[in-house]
């Protein structure tokens, strides 16, 4: 007997909803990345008076996840208006802190990467500590902006934009060891800032600290391996190798890396 579709079940579980019912489901939705039933359920939401705010701001966020995935740009253009529409006093607090968040996500898709860091520093003091799963996607979401700011800019200008990377991601890391998005970004941090010895001393300590990282250690390890394979092994090998010796450099640093991975798996 076939099981019947997760569309099925979501149409079915529809049928009688009330707004709230459907502001829960729209939340729901988001979470499990599924942006066309999360629109569909917020906008039913909002239909309710004291619910608008708190819809509109699942239905814009869901616009900015949709975009990212399509690069459609009406997407961005109705969450962008959308966002203009919320009333913050219409919201509760931690949905406020939301609100600052898509607005940092809107302009960082809008490549206003340096308006977007202000949002998300923002946003940053305002995250539950507790809360460990807001504060990763905040800070992934402020190195990134950052990171795209700073290769804007000339190289001069560049060190002291990674260099706040690094100190914010040696503070999260003091504070929570298993945080994987502060072990990638102290990684890149230092790359950019152009020490690539402290960039691959940080990769191997990162990757033997991956355990801690729960259900984030796959991704934290494919982050690590790319940024390592592609951009520290080959630049360090650059800097590092004498007169005709890369190829054997980037051989042992390869094999350093390894080893790593085989004694820490």
């Not at 960082?108 to 809360?131: C, H, I, R, T, W």
């Not at 001393?201 to 600290?209: E, F, H, K």
């Not at 390592?228 to 450099?249: C, H, N, W, Y």
Request: glycine share 6%; charged share 25%; hydrophobic share 45%.
């Amino acid at each position: 007997m076939r099981k019947p579709s997760l569309l099925l079940i979501v149409m079915v579980a529809s049928i009688g909803a009330g707004p709230q019912d459907e502001l829960l489901r729209a939340r729901q939705l988001y979470n499990q990345r599924l942006y066309n039933l999360a629109i569909d359920s917020a906008t039913a939401a909002r239909r309710a008076p004291q619910l608008a705010d708190a819809a509109s701001l699942v239905l814009a966020r869901s616009l900015l996840e949709r975009f990212r995935n399509s690069s459609d740009a009406a997407d961005l253009t109705a969450a962008r208006s959308e966002l203009q529409q919320i009333h913050p006093a219409g919201l509760v607090p931690s949905d406020q802190v939301e609100l600052v968040i898509a607005l940092g996500e809107a302009l960082y898709l809008d490549d206003q990467a340096g308006a977007a860091v202000e949002e998300f520093e923002m946003a940053l003091g305002s995250v539950d500590p507790k809360n460990a799963a807001a504060r990763e996607r905040m800070l992934d979401w402020w190195a990134s902006a950052l990171d795209r700011q700073a290769q804007l800019r000339a190289e001069p200008e560049r060190q002291p934009l990674y260099a706040r990377i690094v100190a914010r991601m040696e503070d999260e890391l003091r504070r929570d060891p298993g945080c994987a998005a502060a072990s990638y970004w102290l990684v890149a941090g230092a790359r950019g800032s152009g020490d690539l010895e402290r960039a691959w001393d940080a990769a191997l300590a990162a990757w033997a600290r991956a355990s801690l990282a729960g259900d984030q250690r796959d991704r934290l390890r494919a982050d690590l391996e790319r940024i390592v394979t592609q951009a520290l092994i080959p630049e360090r090998a650059r800097l590092l190798s004498p007169p005709g010796g890369s190829a054997q450099t980037t051989a042992a640093m390869h094999g350093e890396w390894d080893s790593m991975k085989q004694t820490w798996r």
